[in-house]
């Protein structure tokens, strides 16, 4: 089975400070995909940059980007000029490509940022 | 405009009495899912489906049931729910296994006395 952690259940930042959340992930596939979620105080979950194993290139989505690190099997979230809107949980999640149909979500990283 | 709603948003009942809480898309989207999200569990899966009549368990099936006869409908029931059910529950749907496009519902509060 595979499982997703996230190693630190609370951060902190500076408004407009960058900050980086941290998960790995154990899995013996060699391809798949990797998800961060970003839950604000409306409970709403909305999906913040997404990852496919098989590229070798980090995803980058505006002030979000990752450093996947597949050998090492890492996954951090890299939040540049932190915001207020930022104040959120973070969860990471793992699927398997192709014959996957099981998402495995990590515990979550609460994160806030202070004006 | 593309959503997953679900219905209620906050439920508190009692032992026993079966429930069932609605989830629709109106994507077309083929794969449906449940979780629950319990403090310092993150969310846990529930039952997935990746098309009409075609169900799977996920980590958490034990008390709960599922059903796939329309696509865009994917309901969770508790036959007899139970405290240890108290949980924030979620449907999410995703366009296919590109993973691309994934939309989440807004969330149900289940309160189980």
């Known amino acids: 089975a595979q499982t997703v952690t996230q190693s630190q259940p609370e951060m902190s930042v500076q408004e407009a400070e960058t900050v980086t959340l941290s998960c790995t992930y154990d899995?013996?596939?060699?391809?798949?995909?990797l998800f961060w979620y970003k839950q604000p105080p409306s409970r709403q979950m909305i999906l913040v940059i997404r990852?496919?194993?098989?590229?070798?290139q980090n995803a980058t989505e505006n002030r979000f980007s990752v450093n996947f690190q597949k050998a090492a099997k890492s996954f951090s979230l890299k939040i540049s000029d932190s915001q207020l809107g930022d104040t959120a949980m973070y969860f990471c999640a793992f699927i398997r490509a192709n014959t996957g149909n099981q998402f495995y979500f990590g515990t979550g990283t609460s994160l806030t940022v202070i004006p | 405009e593309a959503q997953v709603t679900q219905n209620p948003r906050y439920l508190i009942t009692v032992t026993g009495k079966k429930l069932t809480v609605t989830c629709s898309q109106n994507?077309?989207?083929?794969?449906m899912s449940w979780y629950r999200q319990d403090p310092g569990l993150g969310l846990r899966q529930i039952y997935y489906s990746m098309n009409v009549e075609v169900t799977d368990k996920g980590d958490v099936p034990e008390g709960y049931k599922v059903s796939r006869k329309e696509k865009r409908n994917f309901p969770l029931i508790l036959e007899s729910p139970s405290p240890n059910q108290t949980s924030l529950y979620f449907c999410a749907s995703i366009r296919d296994r590109g993973y691309n496009e994934q939309f989440f519902g807004p969330g149900t509060r289940l309160t189980v006395l």
């Open positions: 899995t013996s596939e060699n391809n798949y995909y």
């Open positions: 990852q496919e194993a098989y590229k070798q």
């Open positions: 994507m077309n989207h083929e794969y």
